[in-house]
């Protein structure tokens, strides 16, 4: 019997779908209560090659019916998974939606020990399943052994930190970008394999959880990989973010970037302080000393980068800091993430942060780079502290409060207060030599001086402007540049004076 749902179906039709499928609901399982009205639709989507039989049609709640959209009921079901998967938090990899999917019955195992012994040309995999080999390569360039296969989930893991190994995973899951390949690979096949390498026991992926994931929710559980034997860590570190970076079609994501330069960074930041040379031990001498290594590769501008990103990582990582959860893990902001790194690179971190290398010893009392994060990380805290704090990532659009607070943290904004700020702080702490104030935060701020500090971020928030009407005059400003809505700001009453205690 067929239907194509282009016309009602008749009672005795329903009563065949629902004698299948009970009064439940096919998006998540829940019952529909007798006083609601059941709603049937294609399981597969017709346009994608769903029949139109009543084995792939299923009974639906009225509230997922709409919500739905155009979606079949199956990529629907999928888009429920992926939203409750993603609720798990922001910070999340191909390890954790295994976990999840584990945890959910839809896997049986992943991330079981394997070990590898290579011989003659060939390597052979004892796994929990028999033994499994194939053919051994070697790259010309690095003279690294690897080999390509197909393997099963139970066998794959995602590489990320951990205990017995420095995680080379370099990015978080996205969740559009999971849902979007998850129906790409309804009809298209995977032209590239996952890449991955073995350490200890076990077979970690570094390149491709993006599409392990869509292909996962697919259904697809055995998987097409290059997996590394014995590769040297620190490069193909290297060679993983460039891939991820500087050589791929969509970029790194700035957070990201940042987390995985600064951690790199801090490793050998903690080699050369380790070293019994040179004498002198300061940030400009790591400096050289990184540039000077045998087979260094880096430039003065990439390590200045890596720099920054180990400062950057250092306060957004701190566990006083409140801000970190209002930064979005892309370059652009969401409801729940309204802050960009590439924002705060622009505003209070070009500021407050002295992001040059410090030429006083390490061991001197003047070296002061542990006060000046601490001091950072408190001022995170105020700005959250002060009002963001609040942020309703479920407000309508038009709400008020929402509004105040995007204006407050929308890109030209944050850039343009963060200078007045900057202004005020310095004044407040009474720091006037030009080279001082470039290093504001790069002391022992006393309690006294740190109220003096969150006195001044209060008084930002307290400005009027920020809660005028919609479509109000500075909603048009805030999308001028920085110059021009910084002359609006202290045209209008926000001046480092007002932020240091004067009527606007």
Not at 485 to 498: C, E, P, Q, S
Request: charged share 25%.
């Amino acid at each position: 019997m067929a239907s194509t749902l282009k016309r009602q179906l008749n009672e005795e039709e329903k009563s065949i779908i629902l004698a299948r499928f009970g009064r439940r609901c096919y998006a998540n399982g829940h019952a529909i209560s007798e006083e609601e009205q059941v709603q049937f639709d294609h399981i597969h989507a017709h346009v994608r090659g769903g029949d139109s039989e009543l084995n792939n049609i299923a009974p639906m709640c009225s509230q997922h019916n709409k919500q739905k959209g155009q979606l079949s009921l199956e990529d629907f079901r999928t888009k429920l998974q992926l939203d409750a998967f993603f609720e798990i938090g922001a910070k999340l990899t191909l390890r954790h939606l295994l976990a999840f999917l584990q945890q959910n019955k839809r896997i049986d195992r992943y991330g079981l020990p394997i070990v590898a012994l290579a011989d003659d040309g060939a390597v052979k995999l004892d796994t929990q399943s028999g033994d499994l080999s194939y053919t051994l390569y070697k790259c010309p360039t690095t003279g690294w052994q690897y080999f390509y296969a197909t393997l099963d989930i139970s066998l794959l893991d995602s590489d990320d930190e951990g205990d017995d190994s420095i995680g080379l995973q370099p990015r978080y899951l996205i969740k559009d970008k999971v849902f979007s390949l998850y129906r790409h690979f309804q009809a298209h096949p995977v032209l590239q394999p996952s890449i991955g390498r073995i350490t200890g026991s076990h077979i970690r992926l570094f390149d491709g959880q993006h599409k392990i994931a869509a292909l996962l929710m697919n259904g697809r559980r055995v998987f097409e990989c290059k997996i590394y034997l014995n590769p040297n860590l620190r490069l193909l570190n290297d060679t993983n973010i460039a891939a991820h970076d500087a050589f791929a079609q969509t970029r790194f994501y700035s957070s990201i970037m940042v987390m995985k330069l600064g951690a790199e960074f801090a490793q050998d930041f903690e080699d050369f302080k380790n070293l019994e040379q040179p004498q002198i031990k300061n940030e400009q001498a790591f400096f050289h000393y990184v540039l000077s290594r045998p087979n260094a590769m880096l430039t003065k501008a990439e390590l200045n980068r890596r720099f920054r990103a180990h400062l950057y990582n250092s306060v957004l990582t701190d566990q006083r800091n409140k801000l970190d959860r209002f930064v979005s893990r892309g370059n652009r902001g969401t409801d729940e993430q309204p802050i960009t790194m590439d924002m705060l690179d622009k505003s209070i971190f070009a500021h407050f942060l002295y992001r040059e290398p410090a030429v006083e010893s390490m061991t001197a009392e003047e070296y002061r780079r542990d006060d000046e994060l601490s001091n950072m990380v408190d001022l995170c805290s105020m700005l959250v502290d002060g009002g963001l704090e609040s942020w309703d990532a479920k407000a309508p659009k038009d709400d008020q409060h929402r509004l105040r607070l995007q204006r407050i943290f929308s890109s030209k904004s944050m850039m343009a207060w963060s200078e007045l700020l900057w202004d005020a702080v310095c004044a407040r702490l009474e720091i006037t030599d030009t080279d001082e104030r470039l290093r504001v935060f790069y002391r022992q701020l006393s309690t006294a001086e740190i109220e003096r500090v969150r006195r001044v971020v209060l008084r930002l928030y307290d400005w009027s402007h920020w809660s005028t009407p919609k479509d109000d005059q500075i909603d048009r400003i805030l999308s001028d540049k920085k110059t021009a809505v910084k002359d609006w700001f202290k045209a209008h009453g926000l001046t480092t004076g007002y932020l240091m205690g004067a009527s606007a």
